[in-house]
């Protein structure tokens, strides 16, 4: 079964800093990774994927994330947080047919 | 092309109504996905169905939920006799084909279900 653990449901950066946002894995097949984000009231929209190749994936918005099968991770970072980063960011790694979601975690950024 | 369209945004119901959320996937989509969120948590599969199939149910709670895509029109998601527990936001997720490699799911708003 697939799983994934995000850490820390709320993270606050000041604008300019950098972002990290942190994702565990589980999965009993070589995984699909992906990062989503959430705007208020908003559905989720990709930020990026990571199937197969080159490990460092680039997203939209700045945003990037290295997947590290050593350490199940796939974090997410951007070098420096604009204040609409405000969002609520979720990771997710492919099941059988379906993707399963961390809990997320809200991204604070405060000026 | 319009995006994945979900109607109603918001959803009203009295504790026994029955809820009615529909998904319009993009055009050209033949998958299906629902996904309920809960207050402070992640989305949770719900069920997964192509035109005419249901091809994973395995997150659809055993009763008063029920699903389905027909050959015309929206992929419905039925609740029967709402409980306060059902209030959520249920997301509905298309893509082209199955597997996640070479194709990306697109979320719809969402439909925020309130029951009273």
């Known amino acids: 079964a697939q799983s994934v653990t995000q850490l820390g449901s709320h993270v606050s950066v000041s604008e300019g800093a950098l972002v990290l946002l942190r994702c565990n894995y589980s999965?009993?097949?070589?995984?699909?990774l992906f990062w989503y984000v959430q705007y208020p009231n908003q559905g989720l929209q990709l930020l990026l994927k990571?199937?197969?190749?080159?490990?460092l994936v680039k997203g939209i918005n700045g945003f990037e994330a290295e997947f590290k099968k050593s350490e199940t991770s796939f974090h997410l970072t951007k070098p420096s947080a604009h204040m609409s980063d405000a969002a609520e960011y979720f990771c997710?790694?492919?099941?059988?047919?379906?993707?399963?979601f961390g809990t997320g975690t809200r991204l604070l950024v405060s000026p | 092309n319009a995006g994945v369209m979900q109607n109603p945004r918001h959803l009203v119901r009295r504790r026994g109504q029955e809820a009615r959320l529909r998904c319009s996937p993009m055009?050209?989509?033949?998958?299906v996905y629902w996904y309920r969120q809960l207050p402070e948590e992640g989305l949770k599969f719900m069920v997964y169905?192509?035109?005419?199939?249901?091809?994973?149910e395995s997150g659809m709670p055993k009763e008063r939920f029920s699903a389905e895509f027909p050959k015309e029109g929206p992929s419905i998601l039925r609740i029967q006799q709402v409980v306060r527990g059902d209030s959520a936001a249920y997301f509905c997720?298309?893509?082209?084909?199955?597997?996640?490699?070479?194709?990306?799911?697109?979320f719809g708003q969402g439909t925020r279900l309130t029951v009273v």
């Open positions: 997720a298309s893509s082209p084909s199955a597997g996640y490699q070479n194709t990306e799911a697109f």
């Open positions: 999965s009993s097949v070589p995984p699909y």
């Open positions: 990571y199937t197969t190749g080159a490990t």
């Open positions: 997710a790694v492919t099941g059988f047919q379906k993707l399963v």
């Open positions: 055009k050209g989509h033949s998958h």
């Open positions: 169905l192509q035109k005419e199939n249901i091809i994973d």
